[in-house]
């Protein structure tokens, strides 16, 4: 049975707790636990959180800082950053979220092989201290780049996915966007991600303001074009989370489920 779920990138309101209470209320499906800037939910919040969600139905993921870079020529930093990405994941099992989203790396002027093998390095590195501490349904959600100078082309992601099976794509398709200077093909892309065989899709979806460089800042649904991309999910019937990252995150969701309504799905 087709399931499509939508919902915003971080709280609407002051806290979680409170920002999945208000996704329910006005008719949505989903919600990213946004850390920003680290990890500071404690242990028995993630439980609380998840207690929630669990009896309201919301579809929680987890979105680990950004202050990461596991192809960092500073060995110091790439733990740093794994130990973020750890603790993301600790709480995403206690709240029963199944992905962790993450930007894995730059270039930093590397060779793209070698930022490449640190990469799955580190990957490895975490799904194996996963296993050690008994977290067993989380996934690395490894996210589609925007900018030229990040590690994260489609068949970057899909590489690095091929090789450990608990690391799947974040589909972000304002990345793609920017990072192809406005052109996305929805069919091309969904082709690519087929050999994957995923069950679930897990996206991001915005605005999106670019230069030669790529990505600069994501804003309100605007471009890329949110009607086109209902149309291919449901002619595909792709069962799918889409994150709205827009400036006013949830009322970008509701556009989504209005358009997704109007073309004939029913939540």
Not at 17 to 37: C, H, N, P, S, T
Not at 62 to 68: E, G, L, R
Not at 233 to 257: A, F
């Amino acid at each position: 049975m087709l399931k499509i779920k939508l919902g915003p990138a971080g709280s609407p309101k002051k806290s979680t707790i409170e920002g999945i209470e208000f996704v329910k209320k006005v008719g949505l499906q989903a919600l990213e636990v946004e850390y920003v800037r680290g990890v500071h939910m404690s242990l028995e919040l993630a439980k609380q959180v998840g207690e929630l969600a669990k009896k309201l139905n919301i579809k929680l993921s987890v979105h680990a800082p950004y202050f990461i870079n596991l192809s960092s020529k500073e060995k110091k930093k790439i733990e740093e950053s794994k130990k973020r990405i750890f603790m993301s994941c600790e709480r995403a099992g206690l709240m029963g979220a199944k992905v962790v989203v993450f930007h894995p790396g730059y270039y930093m002027e590397q060779d793209k092989k070698q930022v490449f093998s640190m990469i799955k390095d580190a990957c490895d590195d975490l799904v194996k201290e996963m296993h050690e501490k008994n977290i067993k349904n989380v996934n690395l959600a490894l996210e589609t780049s925007g900018k030229v100078n990040s590690f994260g082309t489609i068949q970057e992601i899909i590489n690095i996915c091929k090789h450990n099976k608990r690391c799947i794509p974040c589909i972000d398709f304002a990345h793609i966007y920017a990072y192809n200077k406005g052109k996305i093909d929805y069919s091309d892309v969904f082709d690519l991600f087929k050999i994957l065989k995923l069950e679930h899709y897990h996206c991001h979806f915005s605005g999106i303001q670019f230069s030669e460089k790529g990505e600069r800042n994501h804003i309100n649904m605007s471009k890329p074009d949110f009607n086109e991309l209902a149309r291919e999910i449901l002619k595909r019937k792709l069962n799918i989370t889409i994150i709205s990252e827009s400036p006013i995150t949830y009322l970008d969701s509701l556009k989504q489920k209005k358009i997704l309504n109007s073309l004939g799905y029913k939540f």
